[in-house]
């Protein structure tokens, strides 16, 4: 049993721990890399907590019954006249020893939901590795249909990754 709850400043040492982890662990699935956020000052998760509060934005995290993070989602809307009806949804990540329990739908199903109380929002869409046909089939299930594969977007060493963009109305 997990909650799910939207992250605060006061999450963002174990959100640092999380994303370390996933990038760490996934590196084909993220844009940023290792070397990028495993010396990073803890004050830029902190403040980047605190500045999701003043938009229309919002990270949510899953806790265990032990209140321990286990899982993440963020949502960050597009800004201006002609993209704000657009959000995209960002580092889905689930701890890999907590992964295969539901943790991830989840998250993004209460992400789609808090979404479409967001005025004016009327889609989202988001990314996933070619690589990663469990995440894929996941946004699949919840509604997300693929719009098209960029190719080689992500270089791991020498690995080149696609990634496919999917797409869903709200």
């Known amino acids: 049993m997990v909650t799910i709850a939207k992250l605060e400043p006061k999450h963002a040492k174990a959100l640092n721990r999380l994303t370390i982890d996933a ?9 940023t890399d290792y070397s990028q956020v495993r010396h990073r000052p803890f ?3 902190v403040d ?6 003043r938009t229309r934005g919002f990270r949510l995290g899953a806790f265990d019954a032990g209140g321990e993070l286990v ?6 809307p597009r800004e201006g006249p002609k993209l704000a009806h657009s959000a995209d949804v960002v580092f889905l990540y689930v701890r890999r020893d907590r992964q295969r329990e539901g943790i991830g739908r989840a998250l993004l199903e209460r992400l789609i939901e808090e979404a ?5 929002l009327e889609q ?8 990663s046909s469990a995440a894929r089939r996941l946004y699949e ?3 997300f249909e693929v719009t098209g594969v960029q190719r080689r977007q992500i270089r791991v060493g020498e690995a080149y990754h696609d990634l496919i963009a999917m797409w869903r109305s709200l």
Do not use: K, N
């Not at 990038?23 to 844009?31: E, G, H, L, N, S």
């Not at 479409?116 to 004016?120: E, K």
């Not at 989202?124 to 690589?131: A, N, R, T």
């Open 23 to 31: 990038i760490r662990d996934y590196p084909a699935a993220f844009t």
């Open 141 to 143: 299930q919840t509604g």
């Open 71 to 76: 899982g993440t989602v963020r949502l960050i």
């Open 48 to 53: 980047h907590l605190r500045d999701l509060e």
């Open 116 to 120: 479409g109380r967001i005025d004016g």
């Open 43 to 45: 004050g830029m998760l």
């Open 124 to 131: 989202l869409e988001l990314s996933v590795s070619s690589d």
